[in-house]
Every structure is written in C-alpha cells, then in structure tokens.
C-alpha cells in the first residue's frame, strides 16, 4: 500500500473534513472574512503539500487543523495591531480545551445540528439568510428592519440554539 | 456557573464574533477565560455554533474553496508568490472539477474520520427532509438522515458510489454498510471492490462486486435488482439466501417472503442526468398554512373533461412552494361529492406538465397529486392511526385498528405520458396497502395549459372505490384528508420536489414529523369538510 494518498482520495478527504478546518478557524478568529480567507489559504497549503499527508501518523484533521493553525499564527503576526483578536495566551488555552474534550467539536456540530430541527421555521429562514456570507445589510434592507434589529433576533435565536446544544452535550445524546 | 454569569459570558461572546468588543469587556472575557475551564467550554460551545451556522449557510458557489479566487498572502516579496497563487488555484479547479465529473471513487479505504462516511459529490434538486438543499460536498455523517426530494450522488469514503432518489430514509451504520427504511438506492462499487451491505427491515443485501438497486416502499415492499455482478440476499426471518445475478430481481413482501421479480430496467435511476431542465425551477418545499378543504356538494352531473365548468373555483384552495418558485409551482384543488362519486379537480403549475413515466412503483415521482382522505366518520379527527414505523412496540387494540382502517384511502392521480390518459392508483390505510386489482368505473381527465406551464385534472371516483358506497360521507361529516404534489424531471422519472398542504396546524406536540412523512402519520393530517 502506498503512503502518498492520490489525488483523488485526498480531495474525498479534504471534502470530508473542510467543515471541521473551517470551525477550527472560528475558534481562534472572530471575523467571517478573515477565516475565509484563512480557510483558502489553508485548502491551498493542504493541497500543496499533500505528498506529506500519512494516514499512518494521524488523522487527516488533525494535520489539516495543525496546518490551518500555523496559517493563523501568520496572520496573528501580520494583524497583531487588530482588536478583534484575543490575546495568544488566550486563544492557546482554548485550543487545549477544546482537544482535552475529545470529541467535543464534533458533538457540538452533532448538538448544533439537531436543535435546528426543531427551530422554528421563521427563525430557521431569519438565521439561514443572515448567515449567507455578507447578507446581513441585504436581509435587513429586504425585511424592511435595521440591522441593529436584526442582530439582536439573531442573538435570541442563537441563545435558543445554545441553551439547546448545552442541554444536548449534558445529556450526551442527539436522539 | 449562574445564568447571570451565563449571560454575561454569551453577551460577551456575541460582541466577539459581531466584531463589536471593546477593549474593556476583552480583558474581562480574557480574564474569565484564563481563570475558568467552565467558562472556556461555554465561550468554545458558542463559536461551535457560530461556526456551524456560518458553515452550514455559506453560499453553494464558495463550497470549493479552490473554485474561487485565492488571494494573494503578503508573506513574501518573491514576484512568484503572487503568479505561483493562481497557478495553484488553476490546477486545483482542473483537479476538483475533473475529480468531480469524471473520476470513480477513492479506491483506498479512509483511515480516519471515522464520523464522516461520505460526502454529496453531485446533486439534482436534492433537498433534505428539513427543506434544507443538498449541498455538493456536504458531509453525510454517520446516523440517520432522510432525503424529502431530487436525485444525490454520495461517494463513501471507503470507495462506494451510492445514488439516492427522493424520498428516502437511511441510516450510514458504517463505511460499508448503510440501512434503508424507505425511498430507492442503486450502489455502485469500484472495480476489485465487494462487501457493501444495504440492510432492510426484510433483508440483508451484500454486494460481490457490482452495481445493485434496492428499493423499499412505504407499504413495505422491498425490491432488489441487479444490474452488474452478484449479490447475496438474505431473508432476515427465515434466513433464506439467494445470489441474484445480473438481469435478475427479487421481490421481498411485507411478511418478509422471498420471490423473483421481472427485471425491468428503469426500475432505478442508475445515472446522474447530465442536463438540468431549462424550465425555471429549484428547490421545491412549502409550509403549510391550510387546515382544511371545502367538499362542495354536486349539485350538476360532472362532466370529466378536465374543463372544470361545473366547479365553483372560488370554493379552490391554493398552495404554493417557497418563493421564488410560488409562481411557478403551486396547486388550487377542490373536491365535491354526490351519493355516488366522490370528484377532484386541481390546476397545477408544472413547467414539465404530464410526463410522468409511470415508472412501476414509482408513478408518483413522474408528477402526481396525491389525495388522502378517510371515508369512515367514525375515526372523526384528528385521526390517529399512523404507519407501522412509527408505532409504539406494544399499540393499542384500538390504534391498530385506526391504522389499518381500509377506509383510509390514498388516491394518487396522475397523467400517464405513454399512453396519454388519466391514472389512479388507491392504496388502503396508513399501511397503504395496494389494491388487490386495478381500480375499475372511475373517470379521469387531463387538459394542459395553454402555455405549457401547467395542467388540469379533473376525476370522479365512485364511492365503491373508496369502501363506503353503503355509507358515503354526507353534509356535516368533517374527515381526515392531506394533499401532497409532486414535481418531476423533464423525462417524468425523478420527484424534484413536493408540495403537502391540508395539515393538522396544531398537530400533537410529540416527536414532529418532516412534512414529508405526513402522510404516514394520521394526527398531522388536516380536514375535509363536507358541505
């Protein structure tokens, strides 16, 4: 069995995973542009340097996640006059949190997804057109709202969706 | 941690992914999340779930990051840096698009992701039971999942190509092994592969190396056939086993007995089309708003020609899908009756109007109206009986009854583009048995619009029909009744989309069923009123 995956399989597995590369991103910068371009950068470098991905050593998302890292520690240094971020020591503490969990993204993402079915349709539709990537104006503008308005709706349908994936991880189970 | 501290945390939180923390409420957040493990798990759970929802709504257009523009990064002056980017970009479209459209599946079996088993490598109108749309390249997790309508393409990552076809239950239990409750799959191994095993409530189904359809219908008939290679059947009550070959089929019925079927070749969709239809069109999904419909009383014979003049529009409900499509796909149905008939009429906005292949067992996918009703008072409403796979394990004597009731009638209805009639299909209770012959003395018309955007039907079923020709429903009676359309491809074969309306809008506050599993559930069905 070869240890260089071909390019095939490697791109199943980029699929498989980008969603967990992009969430990674969201724990360590708050602003959606930035982890977008965060994200291309880091599909790129994936893709450059594929020939040294070894299944044997590791899961796939954990070199993705190790290399999406070092793209945001580059950035760190090229935007460390920027105020959105918090502090290194911070931001380190919470990746250690959040690998001392296990699994924990992923029953997060499990738990996020079953409180959304039982979100409300008018309240699915308001989150699904705010969290279109650069919606928020046009939603405001189209609804007729401000958009003070509706980010104070979005933050009551994410306390909801919150208090619901709480409620899911403490009781383990999404059924 | 109180819910004042939560809340505060939360606000906090809010600030930071809206970009609007000041400095002094980040030396407080850095504080408690320096000092409190607690207090680092709920700030991680949030941007969890802010990260899920940005994930989950990006743009389709954006989910091939090498699809798009890269920008260029500042870390190096090197005039190549800024060629080398775009080069890259290229060669990665070149690599994803050829991956996507020509290339099989990965031939090694993944050695991590354990949770992840496949991802949508193509999509036709795919939509997921929720009314979200089937993204290409979204992640198919391990666990239960249900597909409300279209036609996806899932690539495993242990190697396997699976096309599902709305409506469809499934289960991924593991990377070679999926259980299907409902709805049709056709599995395609790569070459040198085999050991892919389709489990039913009837069956187990391992693949020896092939390309294989299974289909199991609400009423809980199973159908294997196929199409290259060999597969092994097994009988999950008697254990019987069977290796079917190419241009072979077996039937399983409901009381799990094993027989051959005729192989008809277009039993399954085995390709993704390569053409979309240039009709406009999407995602087809309503919200139900109507409770109930008006069932007038004949006071004219009924000519059925699909002209409507002795129907009273104005008594017509209307119900559409979700902007932007309302306009194009929509129903406005009415239903009369008299002591011998019961009558329906629906126009119905359809950009491929009467299609339908009447493909055998799948004559609703080509473009139907489906029309449920019950016929007996005395199960009044909201009805009770529900299907099978949604019973308790120990029912009542009475919620058997209510289930099984043959008084409870599906009509399907559709235009069959063969031989250019009027079709009807009943099945009984909300087991929905089939008719033990073909329906006989009813009367059915199609006209279609005048712009080919649309068709009306018109049918006029005698109460015999429907079991209660001794005691038709009669002015006053209020009975269980639930409308559901169908929209199809341009060839009449793939369900693209579906419309239920006439439900039950204060339905019980259990476990909710997607609308599209309404019809399997009495208490969510809505009312007819006889008039």
């Not at chain 2, 997921?128 to 239960?144: F, K, L, M, N, Q």
């Not at chain 2, 449920?372 to 019973?391: A, H, V």
């Amino acid at each position: 069995m070869t240890t260089e995956p071909s390019d095939d399989r490697f791109i199943t597995l980029l699929l498989a995973n980008q969603s967990r590369v992009y969430r990674f991103l969201f724990t360590l910068v708050p602003r959606r542009e930035d982890v977008e371009d965060l994200f291309q950068q880091t599909c790129l470098t994936l893709w450059q340097e594929r020939a040294k991905f070894d299944p044997k050593k590791g899961e796939f998302a954990s070199w993705a996640c190790a290399i999406a890292h070092n793209n945001v520690r580059n950035f760190r240094r090229r935007e460390s006059t920027r105020q959105a971020l918090l502090s290194e020591e911070v931001a380190e503490l919470l990746l250690a949190t959040r690998e001392a969990g296990g699994r924990f993204s992923e029953e997060c993402h499990l738990a996020l997804q079953h409180c959304l079915k039982r979100l409300p349709p008018h309240q699915m539709a308001l989150v699904e057109e705010s969290y279109r990537e650069g919606a928020i104006k046009s939603t405001a503008a189209a609804t007729g709202r401000s958009v003070n308005a509706l980010y104070k709706s979005l933050r009551r349908i994410r306390a909801i969706l919150h208090d619901c994936m709480l409620r899911v991880l403490a009781e383990g189970s999404t059924s | 941690m109180n819910s004042d501290e939560a809340a505060r945390l939360r606000n906090w939180a809010d600030a930071y992914v809206e970009g609007t923390l000041g400095p002094a409420e980040r030396e407080s957040l850095e504080r408690e999340l320096l000092t409190s493990a607690e207090a680092r798990r709920f700030f991680l759970s949030y941007l969890e779930l802010h990260a899920g929802l940005a994930w989950q709504f990006r743009g389709i257009e954006s989910e091939l990051p090498f699809l798009r523009e890269v920008k260029p990064t500042p870390v190096s002056t090197s005039p190549w840096w800024g060629w080398s980017l775009p080069w890259a970009a290229a060669v990665l479209a070149v690599a994803a698009v050829v991956w996507l459209s020509m290339r099989g599946a990965p031939r090694e079996p993944g050695a991590d992701s354990e949770a992840v088993l496949a991802v949508v490598r193509e999509t036709l109108r795919g939509r997921w039971a929720d009314g979200r749309e089937v993204r290409v390249s979204e992640s198919v997790w391990r666990g239960g999942w249900s597909l409300q309508s279209g036609l996806i393409l899932l690539a495993g990552v242990d190697g396997v190509e699976l096309l599902v076809e709305g409506p469809a239950i499934a289960e991924w239990l593991g990377a070679q092994h999926i259980r299907l409750t409902s709805g049709t799959v056709v599995v395609r191994m790569p070459k040198g592969r085999s050991g892919f095993v389709v489990e039913t409530a009837q069956m187990r189904v391992t693949d020896l190396g092939t390309e294989f359809g299974v289909s199991v219908s609400p009423s809980g008939d199973e159908r294997v056939q196929v199409y290259n290679g060999l597969v092994r059947t097994e009988a999950t009550a008697s254990g019987a086993v069977q290796e079917l070959k190419a241009g072979s089929g077996l039937r399983c019925s409901a009381a799990g007995e094993l027989a051959p079927a005729a192989f008809v070749e277009d039993r399954f969709i085995r390709r993704m089309p390569r053409t979309m239809p240039a009709t406009p069109g999407g995602p087809l999904y309503n919200r139900s708003v109507l409770e109930s419909v008006a069932v007038m009383r004949a006071t004219n014979e009924v000519s059925v020609d699909g002209q409507l003049t002795e129907w009273n529009r104005g008594t017509f409900f209307k119900s559409a899908c979700e902007p932007p499509y309302a306009a194009t796909y929509f129903v406005e149905g009415g239903m009369m009756y008299d002591a011998t008939h019961l009558y329906v009429a629906a126009h119905v906005g359809d950009p491929e109007p009467m299609r339908n292949a009447s493909r055998d067992g799948f004559q609703f996918a080509g473009g139907s109206v489906i029309v449920r009703l019950s016929t007996d008072r005395r199960l009044g409403w909201p009805l009770k009986g529900i299907n099978r796979q949604f019973r308790p394990t120990n029912p009542s004597r009475e919620l058997v009854a209510d289930s099984t009731n043959e008084r409870v009638k599906s009509l399907i209805l559709w235009h069959d583009a063969k031989s250019g009639r009027a079709s009807l299909d009943l099945q009984h209770s909300f087991e929905l048995e089939p008719a033990a012959a073909a329906p006989a003395g009813w009367k059915g018309a199609f006209q279609m619009d005048a712009d080919g955007l649309g068709y009306t039907l018109e049918y006029a079923i005698p109460w015999r029909l429907l079991h209660c020709e001794s005691d038709p429903p009669r002015a006053g009676d209020v009975m269980g009744a639930l409308w559901t359309v169908h929209w199809s491809d341009a060839d009449g074969r793939i369900c693209f989309g579906q419309l239920v309306d006439v439900t039950n809008q204060n339905p019980p506050a259990s476990q909710t069923p997607h609308p599209p599993a309404f019809f399997l559930s009495g208490p969510y069905w809505g009312r007819a009123v006889f008039q």
